[in-house]
């Protein structure tokens, strides 16, 4: 279906939904959605890839991509995901892992991102913050993505890029990690 519709299109969907929530795809299915679903702006989705499900490759450039079985994403694909939004629920990912992704953004690494909500209830902010210089900041602030997203975040802790980019990231039952659009203070 995807090669039919794509074959069809002068320019690019700009939305591709993969749903029916209680469907298991297949390691060819899931593969082929994650490799020739070119939707302009956003992929979502739903359902479970097949056991022992893993992407070897590169993920290709995309503004949003929401996966909500998640769990078999790794740091490898997290590293080499070029996106703006990145939503994955139900995520396996661990604190060392989140905190290899964060050196990898302060290193310059993944430069496209603005938000990356990954839902995990394993979560300890020592480990994710080993080797990183980080700044509490105990106010609430909200935060709109590109996409309209509306984050609220609770006693965050701000890193600063050497390009003066600012992150900030919180825990709530997810793991928000939002980039601010305008560098609004610098720390020293």
């Not at 082929?32 to 499900?53: A, D, G, Q």
């Not at 839902?119 to 994710?128: A, H, K, L, P, R």
């Not at 825990?171 to 560098?183: F, N, T």
């Amino acid at each position: 279906m995807i090669d039919w519709v794509n074959s069809r299109q002068l320019t690019p969907i700009a939305t591709a939904f993969c749903e029916k929530w209680e469907d298991t795809l297949t390691e060819e299915e899931y593969t082929h959605i994650l490799k020739n679903c070119r939707s302009s702006f956003e992929t979502v989705i739903y359902p479970s890839p097949p056991p022992n499900f893993s992407f070897l490759e590169n993920f290709r450039q995309i503004d949003c991509l929401i996966i909500y079985k998640s769990g078999w994403v790794t740091i490898d694909n997290l590293l080499t995901m070029d996106g703006i939004e990145i939503i994955l629920h139900t995520s396996s990912l661990t604190c060392i892992q989140i905190n290899m992704f964060l050196k990898h953004w302060l290193a310059g690494g993944c430069p496209r991102l603005k938000l990356l909500l990954v839902e995990t209830g394993n979560f300890e902010f020592d480990s994710i913050f080993t080797d990183l210089h980080v700044i509490l900041v105990e106010d609430m602030r909200k935060y709109t993505s590109p996409f309209g997203s509306e984050q609220y975040l609770i006693n965050g802790f701000d890193l600063q890029r050497q390009d003066g980019a600012i992150a900030t990231v919180c825990y709530d039952g997810y793991l928000r990690i939002v980039v601010w659009p305008e560098i609004t203070c610098r720390y020293n």
